[in-house]
């Protein structure tokens, strides 16, 4: 069953990640959460897989919690409702702990898990016709939740973010786009080529460049000094020089030629 519900397609390392329940807009079921849960914390020590990209079939990238797989046992005691809360955040952790950067591609609606799926990405492609929103508020819950209240104020401000959060209000791709949420707004067959762009542009860098970025990244969301943050690099920058992969980088840059990393 976790193999019909997401398609995993790895190839020149890239992985192709696509929620596979366009039925019900790819809303999170127990499979469909436990495939990407277990995928991503895969992805932890595996150098051949360098980048993803994460899709939806059908109409919509995911409509959140499917309510309808939700037996009443799932949410009985605090000890069950926990074990649910986990198996869907868990997803989003391992998404920003794996080294390899996501680009999410997003057609219609994104609305609770399936809005934290995109926001826990790297890069956010999306169509027109894209719908983001907190959903979890205008079912009972907080509009906090699986991520989503640590990085939208940290995307898009702390004002924009309350707005979105505390009234489950749809973010349309225009004005996400302005907010600095998506890197582009086009139908969908131009994202998927734009997502491989990116991709290929990624794989220019070395293996332990481009996971280094991501990780950087990461952790200078938190950090809170310059000083902090520009040690981190230096670290970094000098890890990246006692890689072989460095010296073919700048040979190959010098050559202008496509390197060939021998970590790759």
Do not use: W
């Amino acid at each position: 069953m976790a193999d019909d519900v997401l398609l995993i397609e790895e190839s020149g390392g890239i992985a192709r990640l696509t929620l596979n329940r366009p039925e019900r807009l790819n809303a999170l079921n127990t499979a469909l959460a436990t495939a990407l849960r277990e995928y991503f914390q895969g992805l932890y020590r595996r150098h051949d897989v360098r980048v993803v990209i994460l899709q939806g079939a059908g109409k919509s990238f995911c409509a959140g919690l499917d309510l309808k797989d939700q037996t009443p046992g799932h949410f009985s005691g605090a000890q069950a409702g926990m074990d649910v809360q986990h198996s869907i955040r868990d997803i989003m952790v391992a998404m920003r702990r794996c080294p390899q950067p996501i680009i999410c591609v997003a057609q219609g609606a994104a609305s609770g898990g399936g809005f934290a799926l995109a926001l826990a990405s790297d890069v956010r492609l999306v169509t027109p016709d894209s719908r983001m929103n907190a959903a979890f508020i205008r079912i009972g819950l907080t509009g906090c939740d699986t991520g989503v209240s640590y990085f939208l104020p940290r995307m898009v401000g702390s004002s924009v973010a309350a707005e979105y959060l505390l009234t489950g209000r749809f973010m349309d791709a225009a004005r996400g786009h302005a907010l600095g949420l998506y890197s582009r707004v086009a139908p969908l067959p131009e994202l998927q080529a734009e997502a491989q762009a990116l991709a290929d542009d990624m794989l220019h860098a070395t293996p332990l460049g481009l996971r280094l970025t991501k990780e950087a990244l990461c952790q200078t969301l938190d950090m809170n000094s310059l000083e902090a943050v520009v040690a981190l690099e230096d670290r970094q920058q000098v890890l990246c020089t006692q890689s072989e992969d460095f010296h073919e980088g700048v040979q190959a840059f010098l050559e202008k030629r496509p390197p060939r990393y021998r970590n790759a």
